[in-house]
């Protein structure tokens, strides 16, 4: 249901008159009655569920099943025998009953993305840079929330393929001497291979920061007693510690005055100065946060 709210959404706001203005951008289905929800249903061709496929979805209309709402009135369990449990558990979604288990505590990921497609097109390296730093720092946070360390930073720029301009695509993966999860290790590998992939007289509008080869952080990888190699793997081991409360506080402050309260020099300063600002059009409002989107209300 919350992917078929969501393509409503989409489409009421793409394609005015598809469906009800009020459902444009958000879609909330468990809110209509009874008749709305049916009216909703009916209006939409039953190929835009999930789990629907061209092939399924043929059958489907062969059979007279063409909306949502057709599909919802089948039997589940003759969906089963006739299909497949996937198509089964759509129709008892459908119906009200959820098949989606929530896990209480997701998995660690095994890779860590950050990506974004620019506003306007960047041909300066600056700007590349404040962005992949950007995307370094949030993939960071989110290595750093699941307690892990990464050994691999890929880093990539990209011109947009819808654009009558000339064509650019590259991507370079840096190892780190030592698995981790500090912000300024991993920025640091990011723009050195952003300087080595990067080049001039391209309009790029797609970057992005991707953490490869996760591991756990308290998996520790010694390093062989060759000559004083032990004595400096000690002294860093005593250095990180530093770095990780370092870490933790940055993590404290974003998270408790917001979202890039606190940044890397090279991810630019706030305001006009930085080369570097996402669109953000839709953002929610700060209500909490900021006092020019506190609601106001006049007796």
């Not at 989409?10 to 468990?30: D, H, I, W």
């Not at 249903?41 to 209309?61: A, F, H, S, Y």
Request: charged share 25%.
């Amino acid at each position: 249901m919350v992917l078929l709210a969501n393509h409503i959404a989409k489409t009421a706001e793409r394609k005015p008159g598809s469906y009800p203005e009020r459902f444009a951008q958000v879609c909330n289905l468990t809110a209509l009655t009874e008749a709305e929800l049916q009216a909703t249903l009916q209006n939409t061709e039953v190929g835009e569920v999930w789990g629907v496929g061209p092939r399924i979805g043929k059958q489907l209309i062969d059979l007279g099943i063409k909306t949502v709402w057709d599909l919802r009135q089948l039997d589940p369990a003759a969906v089963r025998q006739r299909w497949s449990v996937v198509l089964e558990k759509t129709v008892r979604e459908l119906q009200g009953t959820p098949c989606v288990d929530v896990e209480d505590q997701p998995a660690a990921r095994q890779q860590i993305a950050c990506t974004r497609s620019f506003g306007r097109p960047v041909t300066d390296q600056a700007d590349l840079r404040e962005a992949v730093s950007e995307f370094a720092g949030r993939a960071a946070e989110k290595l750093r929330k699941q307690s892990g360390h990464t050994a691999q930073v890929m880093v990539f720029i990209r011109t947009s393929p819808f654009r009558q301009k000339p064509q650019y695509s590259r991507s370079l993966v840096v190892p780190l001497r030592r698995p981790s999860s500090d912000t300024a290790d991993i920025t640091q590998a990011a723009l050195s291979g952003l300087s080595k992939i990067y080049r001039n007289g391209f309009q790029y509008t797609k970057a992005g920061v991707l953490l490869l080869d996760l591991q756990p952080a308290n998996v520790v990888q010694g390093e062989l007693g060759l000559d004083d190699t032990s004595v400096r793997s000690t002294e860093a081991t005593h250095a990180q510690r530093p770095r990780s409360m370092l870490m933790e506080a940055l993590d404290d402050l974003n998270r408790r005055y917001g979202r890039g309260t606190v940044l890397l020099g090279s991810t630019g300063t706030a305001g006009k100065h930085r080369r570097f600002v996402m669109r953000q059009e839709r953002k929610t409002p700060e209500y909490t946060t900021r006092w020019e989107d506190m609601p106001v209300v006049r007796a």
